[in-house]
């Protein structure tokens, strides 16, 4: 199954991803809610970034009562059918993560769809904190970037601590 992943300590907080994304949403369902969302934390200097995470066993999914979201068959993405969502917001209380909305103009959920497989939000990352692929080999990347980062963090403590004690 592939995800949109995003590496947070590469993100700028610069947006462009939420842009392209009310674009997106406007030539589909002349929607203007980002699917994407970037929130910039001053007082702290973090930047947050969400979107849908696609998940296997979407409670969104399940929770529809008209049957309105769906699996894509070629993205796996869970999507919605705009024609059937009536606009009860099931699907927005039963996400866990909070990634889906209710499209105020059109009264109709909204999250990301993967543009089809091919992500905007991610073409247009200048940092690149923005990754589509599979979820499997997204995750073994993630592993090995923590792993490496806990390495040097030991080796940095080692050579610390040996530059202390032989003083």
């Keep these: 199954m592939k995800v949109v992943y995003v590496d947070v300590n590469r993100c700028l907080g610069c947006m462009s991803c939420q842009r392209v994304c009310i674009f997106h949403q406007a030539r589909k369902c002349n929607g203007q809610t980002p ?8 007082d702290r ?10 998940c296997r066993s979407a409670a969104c999914l399940k929770a529809c009562p008209v049957g309105a979201l769906s ?4 993205t796996q993405a869970v999507v919605v059918n705009e024609q059937v969502c009536v606009g009860c ?40 904190a923005l990754h589509f692929g599979d979820l499997n080999e997204l995750a073994e990347i ?11 963090t030991l ?13």
Excluded: H, Y
């Design 71 to 74: 699996r894509d068959p070629e």
């Design 45 to 54: 200097r973090k930047i947050f970034t969400s979107t849908c995470l696609q």
């Design 89 to 128: 917001g099931v699907c927005v209380i039963a996400c866990p993560f909070g990634n889906i909305n209710m499209e105020p103009r059109i009264r109709v959920a909204a999250k990301c769809d993967l543009c089809g497989g091919s992500p905007e939000c991610v073409q247009v990352c200048m940092a690149q």
């Design 142 to 152: 993630k592993r090995r970037q923590v792993r490496d980062k806990s390495e040097t």
């Design 155 to 167: 080796l940095i403590r080692a050579v610390e601590k040996k530059d202390v004690t032989s003083e």
């Design 35 to 42: 699917n994407i969302w970037v929130s910039v934390d001053m």
